[in-house]
């Protein structure tokens, strides 16, 4: 099974987690695992949201279960308040964030694919954003070096001063 496959099999599998788990709405999938699949690769990895009825968001950030029961974890960090960044035992890498339906309504994001959505949900198309997020026409490295390197540069700071 190529890599694609792997990303693309394991979020209809987070998606079929989510629906016995409860309390989820939707799994959008986003770049090259929302409606970019074209540009999947070996080096793609899994971007997405999840959105969620009121009073879940915190169980779902918090407690991993719901992505271990889809495939176990061996690493996971919480690099914003709404999101982690993941890494699962068989090398797939992925970072998501987890919204209430109110909160995604005025975020700014690349459009997506609706991979999962509950039997019952009636609520708002998220695949399209109300607001999109500006694109970065420039195709270079530029961005995503400068984006490393401003992260390696914040990090090695903390790391020296001791904490993070």
Not at 72 to 101: H, M, R, T, W
Not at 114 to 140: C, E, I, N, R
Request: net charge negative.
């Amino acid at each position: 099974m190529s890599k694609a496959e792997k990303l693309l099999k394991r979020l209809d599998e987070i998606g079929e987690v989510l629906e016995r788990k409860g309390g989820a709405e939707v799994l959008l999938g986003l770049g090259s695992v929302g409606i970019e699949t074209d540009r999947l690769d070996e080096y793609s990895d899994l971007d997405f949201f999840v959105i969620v009825k009121p009073g879940y968001k915190e169980r779902y950030i918090q407690q991993l279960d719901w992505l271990e029961e889809a495939h176990p974890l061996a690493y996971s960090f919480q690099n914003c308040d709404v999101g982690c960044k993941i890494l699962f035992e068989d090398g797939i890498y992925g970072e998501y964030a987890i919204f209430e339906e109110r909160e995604l309504e005025s975020c700014m994001y690349s459009e997506g694919r609706v991979v999962w959505m509950h039997p019952l949900y009636t609520g708002v198309d998220f695949a399209k954003p109300a607001q999109p997020a500006p694109s970065l026409k420039d195709s270079s490295l530029e961005h995503p070096l400068n984006e490393a390197l401003t992260n390696l540069y914040v990090g090695l700071g903390r790391y020296a001063r001791g904490r993070s």
